[in-house]
């Protein structure tokens, strides 16, 4: 199993494991799963890996490099581990990683409506691949076997309703609640737009905003300087969140935040309307998700750039509109897909009990 996408390879996981055997966590050297996927007690196992796309010509020969020390050491690794079935959610690990599990039965799993040069490369050669929404074939090979599933989510998110939620973080149930979060890593563009709006958007609403650990120190000066006691009641900030993410989801009226692909499953699941802004560097991939989900008419979208002079009427035009936050609350929740972990972990185990049975057949 390897995971560009780490939550979603994490939720298919949770549903996976009372019904499989063993499992191998494959990650890259550095990144996020080092500290996270063993934490889980998970089995792991890191590797070089670096991207190529986009890179300049300096750093090119060296991920190059890294790419092929990935490659061996990934060989090493499936070889010895010996699985029935390859599981990716992409990243640019999962190229070497796939390469060295190419005689085994693979699923792929695209989080993104449009896949990434990885997933496109990975796609060729896919025995099974699956996809959050229909959108996706279309950026596809036709002859492919696509399936559509919906997001997966982890029970740490599904767990929460609105009550449990509000709970959890002391709300005002008599007050509508703005989630502004902006990834993993926090947006400190979206931080930078919000404060100056505090003092008037904490007259109409409970705020709940989670800055970023790298942005932490600026966003406690900002609650120190608010000027009255009310405001810093109704202002609820948090460097990051892991295990209660979901209860703020479930908490909120109205959410403000990037178009990553979780939004394709966070977001209908808990039919939460959403001011989305699109990470302006990272190609169109976000873009092409909070266009489908203002398509559907769950969100409506901001550039990065406008937010200054967007952001507030926005915010406020949604809070002042009760009837068309219910209109997008429905649209989400027609997007909303729950058992997407339940349908991904049975095509991965369908493909296991294939490779079991033909491996015993060449035995005999």
């Known amino acids: 199993m390897t995971g560009g996408g780490v939550y979603p390879a994490l939720a298919v996981l949770q549903t996976l494991n009372a019904r499989i055997d063993d499992v191998l966590w494959v990650g890259s050297e550095g990144g996020m799963e080092n500290d996270l996927i063993p934490r889980l007690s998970i089995p792991f196992k890191a590797i070089p890996a670096a991207g190529i796309h986009g890179v300049s010509l ?6 190059v ?14 070889q010895s581990f010996q699985p029935d079935v390859f599981f990716s959610t992409g990243g640019y690990l999962s190229v070497p990683v796939a390469r060295a599990a190419r005689n085994i039965p693979s699923v792929i799993f695209i989080p993104d409506i449009e896949p990434g040069l990885a997933l496109k490369t990975l796609v060729r050669n896919a025995d099974e691949v699956l996809v ?4 996706t074939r279309g950026y596809l090979n036709k002859k492919k076997n696509v399936t559509v599933c919906g997001y997966p989510l982890r029970k740490e998110i599904t767990q929460w309703d609105r ?3 509000r709970k959890q973080f002391k709300l005002n149930e008599d007050l509508p609640v703005v989630l ?8 400190l563009s979206i931080n930078r737009a919000l404060y100056p709006l505090l003092p008037e958007l904490l007259q109409k609403c409970q705020i709940v905003h989670i800055s970023g650990s ?12 608010l000027p009255s006691n009310q405001q810093k009641v109704r202002y609820h900030a948090f460097p990051y969140l892991h295990e209660t993410m979901g209860a703020a989801l479930a908490a909120a009226d109205l959410v403000v935040c990037r178009a990553g692909a979780s939004t394709l499953g966070e977001l209908p699941f808990f039919n939460l309307p959403a001011i989305l802004i699109p990470y302006p560097y990272a190609w169109r991939y976000q873009k092409t998700n909070a266009d489908h989900l203002a398509r559907n008419g769950g969100a409506i979208i901001i550039k990065d750039e406008n937010m200054a002079k967007e952001l507030k009427p926005a915010i406020m035009d949604l809070l002042e509109n009760p009837q068309r936050l219910l209109e997008m609350e429905d ?6 897909t729950p058992k997407a972990a339940e349908k991904i972990a049975d095509i991965i185990l369908e493909s296991s009990t294939h490779s079991k049975q033909k491996g015993a057949t060449q035995h005999d």
């Open 58 to 63: 300096r750093k090119l020969p060296g991920n």
């Open 331 to 336: 649209a989400m929740k027609n997007l909303a």
């Open 163 to 165: 009550i449990s939620g």
């Open 132 to 135: 959050s929404v229909e959108e």
């Open 214 to 225: 790298d942005n932490w120190e600026e966003t406690q000066q900002m609650v120190r300087s």
């Open 65 to 78: 490099r890294k790419l092929t020390m990935g490659y061996k050491q990934a060989r090493t690794i499936i």
């Open 180 to 187: 502004v979060f902006g990834g993993s890593k926090g947006a």
